[in-house]
Structure formats: C-alpha cells, structure tokens
C-alpha cells in the first residue's frame, strides 16, 4: 500500500504535467481527500475538477495514461528532488498563509527555501551596463552580510545578481523559476544554474521536465515576491516581469526598494516613477539592511547568530529592535528614534524579546540578554 503522504505527492507531480493545469488547480487538487480517486477519475475521462469541460478531460486521459503517480514520485527522488506540500513539514514558512501559495514546492541544492533571511533583486532583461553592475555589486554586499539573495535566474539584472552572490565564498543564493528543474532557461544559463544549485537553492512548482512556457513566468513572480522578504528593483521599465512582481511583493506587504536611475534612460523608467509614488530608493547595501532590520553590521548586528537562535524565530521589527540596541544599554526613548517604530509597536517587539529570552530590562533600560 502506498501511503497517503507519498499518494498526495504522487498525483499531485503527475497532475501538474497535465494539459490547462496552472496553480488554481493544483490548489484544488491538494484539497481532495483521496487523490488516487481523483486521479482514477482523471484517467476514465470524468471531470474530475470544477471548471473542467469535457474535451479537457478526454485530453487528459490521453496523457494521463503515461503518468504513473507512483513512478513520478520515485523519479523526483531517485533525481535527489526535495518537495513538500503545505502543511507537511519542510514546507517554506515564506509560502504559508500566502493567498496563492503553490500546492507543491519542488527545490534541490545546497540548503534549503527560506533557510536565512532573503531579498530579491530582480530587472529587466534589457539591462544596461549600469544596472548589470549594481545588480552585481549589491547582490555581492548583500551575500557578504549574510543575507541570501532571491531572483528568477533569466537575462540581464537577475543573472547579474546571482553571479554577484556566487562571488561571496559561503553564499545561499535562491534561483525561482518557471520549469522543471531539468529545464535550465534560459540555456545559456545552464552553467549558473547548476553554480546557484551547488551553494543555495533552485526552486519551482513544476515537475521534472514541465517545459517554461510564457504563462509560467507571472505565476513564478508570486514566488519570488514571497520568498524575499525584500524587494529591491535595480532597473525596469514602466512594464514587463519586474513591475509584475512589485505588485506581487506589495500583495504580501514586502517593502519594495528601486535603485535610481539616468532620468534619460528607458531601462529606469519604472524604477524612477516608483521612487516619484513613494518607494524607497535604493542606494547601497545599507539601504538594504535597513528594510531586512539588519543594521549595519548585517546578520551579526542582531547577535542571534552568536546565541544560535533562528531568524526565523524573531520578526523583521524584532530584529530591527535587536540591530538598533546593539550592545548597549538603550531607553525606550532612544529606541524610538533608532528603530523608527512607534512606541505601540516597539513596545509589542520589546515584550516579545523579553518573553523569549533575548532582551531583559532593568529600571526602564533594555540591553540585549548575553
């Protein structure tokens, strides 16, 4: 017999390779109760999904009768292929409560999602040399404060950033693409890929072998927006990928950067219009850090690497308190203009710090716990 777990991932990896199957109905097929059921409807022709039209599900009987879900999972792991579905263990905390979380998570590599705190940095394909090197630069700065950096492994600004990340000896960078994770695309990047694999992560929501087709790429932009807990924006135009996926960031309450741009360059359209609505502009790494609640001194700011506490563990505020105490002894007063926050919100952070061990007060002055 085979178990439900392994049943759940089986027909949900031969579902996905199916005809007209986006995220919406990988969502509903997750659902079900009994998935082998599902998918014996699928293979006798019913529609077995609302929505689904009879000579969709005639189609997928035609190709459903070469996928076997048994078989594709042992294929996905016999690949070395890690995956989970929401609510199993392993699944990446940036995708949980997440409006249209992927059914399915598929990664191989390194680590794995979500495993350190994360920015994207994305832009357009049509990049000029300008915005290749500060993608370049900034993805660099950033691995070398620890922070993994998230981008779609296509043209231009998001190859620029990971080949900034792999300069940093120890760095996790985070490719999200739109394809199989056999499907290197572009092809040209084949090589990167496996680079991005070998230090961080690769990860999707398709199957092994699921060709990138146009509409894929959207759907992946959801992913990369909720995978970075920072969106920075090196250069776009007032269209395309990069200002797709600021809508997606915004969707989730990511904070969006831009970097400025030649008022005469068509590449910084988009990012300078954003800074003109009120984006924040980004100029260097700080810049960065300062959104993540890093501080200056980056991850080791926070002093939660030294007492091995997860990020995870703390909030992006809680660590904007922790890099703005430092270690020193801080009023509440002195926190307030450090940090930014107003005193309701300081005030829940410095509760939570306190309850959890890494901050302790003592006549009205908080200082981090050693």
Same mark, same amino acid.
């Given at each position: 017999m085979i178990s439900a777990t392994r049943a759940r991932l089986g027909v949900q990896l031969a579902f996905l390779q199916l005809s007209d199957v986006g995220p919406a109905r990988g969502r509903q097929v997750a659902g079900v109760d009994d998935p082998l059921e599902l998918w014996a409807r699928? +293979?006798?022709?019913?529609?077995?999904? /609302? =929505?689904? *039209? @009879?000579?969709?599900?005639r189609r997928w009987v035609e190709e459903a009768s070469s996928l076997d879900p048994r078989s594709e999972l042992e294929r996905h792991l016999d690949a070395g292929i890690s995956m989970a579905? $929401? =609510?199993?263990?392993?699944?990446?905390?940036?995708?949980?409560? *997440?409006? @249209?979380?992927?059914?399915?998570?598929?990664?191989r590599g390194a680590t794995s999602p979500g495993a350190t705190p994360a920015c994207a940095v994305v832009g357009t394909r049509r990049c000029s040399r300008y915005g290749r090197d500060v993608a370049r630069m900034l993805s660099h700065d950033l691995a070398a404060e620890g922070v993994s950096v998230v981008s779609g492994l296509a043209l231009g600004i998001d190859g620029a950033a990971?080949?900034?990340?792999l300069e940093v000896e120890g760095s996790?960078?985070? =490719?999200?693409?739109?394809? &199989?994770? %056999?499907?290197?695309?572009? +092809? +040209?990047? $084949?090589?990167l890929w496996e680079e991005v694999a070998a230090a961080g992560v690769l990860v999707s929501e398709w199957p092994l072998g699921v060709e990138p087709l146009p509409w894929r790429f959207p759907a992946r932009n959801r992913l990369i927006a909720a995978l970075g807990e920072v969106l920075v924006v090196v250069e776009s135009d007032f269209a =395309?990928? /990069?200002?797709?996926?600021? +809508?997606?960031?915004d969707d989730r309450g990511r904070q969006v950067l831009a970097v400025p741009g030649p008022v005469?360059?068509?590449s910084s359209r988009g990012t300078n219009l954003l800074i003109s609505?009120?984006?924040?502009?980004?100029? %260097?790494?700080?810049?960065?850090?300062?959104?993540? &609640?890093?501080?200056?001194? &980056?991850? $080791?700011?926070? &002093?939660? $690497?030294? @007492?091995?506490?997860p990020l995870s563990a703390v909030s992006q505020q809680g660590r904007l308190v922790l890099a703005a105490m430092g270690a020193t002894r801080r009023s509440i007063e002195s926190l307030l203009v450090a940090t930014g926050l107003d005193l309701a919100t300081l005030a829940t952070e410095l509760l939570s710090l306190e309850g959890a061990g890494l901050v302790v007060c003592a006549d009205g002055w908080y200082e981090a716990a050693r």
């Open positions: 699928v +293979r006798a022709g019913e529609p077995a999904l /609302s =929505g689904v *039209d @009879r000579p969709l599900a579905m $929401a =609510g199993d263990e392993g699944y990446p905390e940036s995708f949980v409560g *997440d409006p @249209r979380a992927p059914a399915l998570v598929l990664w990971h080949l900034g990340a996790t960078p985070v =490719g999200v693409v739109a394809c &199989g994770l %056999d499907v290197a695309y572009p +092809r +040209r990047h $084949a090589a =395309g990928g /990069s200002m797709h996926t600021v +809508r997606e960031a005469t360059s068509r609505e009120g984006c924040a502009p980004c100029c %260097d790494v700080k810049d960065v850090l300062a959104a993540l &609640g890093l501080g200056a001194g &980056g991850i $080791a700011s926070t &002093g939660l $690497a030294e @007492r091995g506490v």
